[in-house]
């Protein structure tokens, strides 16, 4: 695992170096300064491009949730389906229902994403909220603000989604998945 998913506080800190060594340099005027304030600038690009390059497994799931709704914001349904596992039945028949009953999702924002990793590294839980409006068959244009907890599976190479508990936005307590609140 990765010291940080936040390449930022090492950054800052090397930044923060280079300006003291610079200060520093600028009254003793010894070279050996300027060359450790330069480092301290080249440690904190190479921060950058190291935290970029290393991925680690709650960026993965982050990634697979936000691809998820990002193909559910879409209306695709198929694309929705291909983050849950074949075994959760139960959650893709919620998926299609969902794609039934709405006509169209006009805005969707997903915000507040925390993953957590479970059972040495198998499993993981996201907790996040969605926000936005669709028209949905039933009721017209409407206003939703959700919170959701998932329960994902690594399945191979790839994370799927094997439970979904829908959470009342401010309370916190599981609510059906097609309640109105």
Not at 26 to 43: C, D, E, Q, Y
Not at 125 to 154: D, Y
Request: proline content about 3%.
């Amino acid at each position: 695992m990765w010291f940080t998913d936040n390449p930022w506080p090492p950054i800052v800190l090397f930044a923060c170096l280079a300006v003291v060594f610079f200060a520093i340099w600028t009254s003793k005027r010894r070279n050996i300064l300027l060359v450790a304030a330069a480092a301290m600038l080249v440690l904190g690009g190479a921060t950058y491009v190291l935290e970029k390059s290393i991925v680690t497994d709650e960026e993965l799931v982050e990634r697979e949730l936000l691809q998820m709704t990002d193909a559910f914001h879409q209306h695709d349904i198929d694309g929705t389906l291909e983050f849950i596992s074949v075994q959760a039945e139960p959650i893709r028949g919620y998926v299609r229902q969902a794609g039934d009953l709405l006509t169209e999702i006009h805005t969707l924002r997903i915000t507040d994403v925390d993953v957590e990793l479970l059972a040495e590294g198998s499993r993981a839980k996201t907790h996040f909220r969605a926000n936005g409006e669709a028209t949905a068959i039933a009721v017209g244009r409407h206003r939703f603000s959700t919170r959701w907890e998932l329960t994902w599976q690594r399945e191979g190479e790839t994370w799927k989604v094997i439970d979904v508990e829908r959470l009342d936005p401010i309370s916190g307590e599981t609510i059906t998945p097609f309640s109105w609140q």
